[in-house]
């Protein structure tokens, strides 16, 4: 497995910018399909994107799509969440975390995912 330490978040107005990012230790990295989750005072942890380990398949929540880009540098260990426009409802603690099984046709599940970071705030206010 991977130890993931997420960082970036942080108070941003309503229409800013946040580059997230996902930084792993552990030689496997490169091996699992990435996600990132957020999760909301009194609500359940949701999926936010997904990423293959080559980087060259995606997956968006409807809710950031067009929005929020995942990408990944494996050479760096690490995976990315840019999100722009951002919005009040965005606030939530985001979480990365390693995919079990690979990327597929469903990636938003959270039971499939192990190796979760500690999380990293983001506020959204004006």
């Known amino acids: 497995q991977v130890q993931l330490a997420e960082s970036g978040g942080g108070l941003v107005q309503p229409g800013g910018s946040l580059r997230l990012s996902c930084a792993a230790s552990?030689?496997?990295?490169?091996?699992?399909?990435m996600g990132w989750f957020r999760q909301a005072p009194g609500k359940e942890r949701e999926f936010v994107a997904a990423?293959?380990?080559?980087?060259?398949?995606?997956d968006y929540a409807d809710s950031v799509k067009g929005r929020c880009t995942i990408s990944r540098d494996n050479a760096k260990n690490t995976v990315y969440l840019q999100m722009n426009s951002l919005k009040p409802e965005d606030a939530a603690i985001y979480y990365c975390?390693?995919?079990?099984?690979?990327?597929?046709?469903?990636?938003?599940?959270?039971?499939?995912?192990?190796?979760w970071g500690q999380g990293t705030q983001v506020t959204v206010s004006s």
């Open positions: 990423i293959s380990w080559s980087g060259g398949s995606t």
């Open positions: 975390a390693a995919k079990a099984y690979g990327f597929s046709g469903s990636n938003n599940y959270v039971h499939d995912y192990h190796s």
């Open positions: 552990g030689r496997t990295f490169s091996r699992y399909a």
